[in-house]
């Protein structure tokens, strides 16, 4: 069994900074891609940014310049610093991760439960 669980997000006013984090555990082998994406109120859910195992990164356009993905292998989790944030980013960030479980012979996806960004003033 392998779980995904985020911690860090809350209330923040427009053109602060919160840090997402999302760990993995359970029975793993290997860990390749973590993200995170966001879905908002009536939006479909999408990119904010992926890291591969070897540290390469993507972010969604409107958070690049002000987001920062990071992962930490030892721990198997990965970060999201978010800075200068606006009422626009308000929405649940869901983890996800492309997991090799120890009983699989293929990568799966893993998602997080999601945690609530409110940006308002």
């Known amino acids: 069994q392998v779980q995904l669980v985020e911690s860090g997000g809350g209330l923040v006013q427009p053109g602060g900074s919160l840090r997402l984090s999302c760990a993995a555990s359970g029975s793993i082998y290997r860990i390749n891609d973590m993200g995170w994406y966001r879905q908002a109120p009536g939006k479909q859910r999408e990119l904010v940014a992926t890291i591969t195992s070897g540290g390469s990164t993507k972010y969604g356009d409107s958070v690049k310049g002000r987001f920062t993905i990071s992962r930490d292998n030892a721990k198997n989790t990965v970060y999201l610093q978010m800075n200068s944030l606006n009422p626009e980013d308000t929405a649940v960030y869901y983890c996800?991760?492309?997991?090799?479980?120890?009983?699989?012979?293929?990568?799966?996806?893993?998602w997080g439960q999601g945690t609530q960004v409110t940006i308002s003033s």
């Open positions: 996800n991760a492309v997991i090799i479980p120890r009983t699989a012979w293929s990568s799966q996806s893993y």
